[in-house]
């Protein structure tokens, strides 16, 4: 006798819940690193001589919220490298509506998709 297959849809079910508990697991280890505070970097810039530019970086000071995914789109969110911690901030509400207002536009296109390394100005 020939045993039934198991049902594809209880097999996306755990599937699913995989990348639930993975999801949640990676979250908590963001939060954990914020310690509570947004993670935001704005970078002001300003002229301070004919010559150079100063840049100061300052951290958001208000109280996190959401857990915002630096890599984003239909069908990359949670899928691959974006699920890890190292690809999600964990923002106020008013920096994670200006991020995606496109108020808050990352400076550099090549660090903008690590924690560690994004940086954001202030589109005015």
Same mark, same amino acid.
């Given at each position: ?31 954990? =690193? $914020? ?5 935001? @970097?704005? #970078?002001?810039? /300003? ?7 100063? %840049? ?24 691959? =490298? $974006? ?5 999600? @901030?964990? #923002?106020?509400? /008013? ?7 496109? %108020? ?21």
């Amino acid at each position: 006798m020939i045993a039934k297959p198991r049902p594809r849809l209880l097999e996306k079910r755990d599937k699913q819940a995989a990348t639930n508990a993975l999801d949640r697991a990676e979250n908590a280890k963001v939060k954990q =690193r $914020s310690g509570g505070q947004c993670e935001v @970097l704005t #970078v002001t810039t /300003r002229l301070k001589s004919d010559f150079w530019i100063c %840049v100061t970086p300052r951290r958001c000071h208000l109280r996190a919220s959401h857990v915002h995914h630096l890599i984003s789109g239909i069908g990359r969110r949670n899928v691959g =490298r $974006s699920i890890t911690a190292e690809c999600k @901030l964990h #923002v106020c509400d /008013r920096c994670h509506e200006e991020i995606h207002g496109h %108020v808050l536009k990352p400076v550099n296109d090549y660090e903008k998709e690590a924690a560690a390394t994004v940086r954001y100005e202030r589109i005015k």
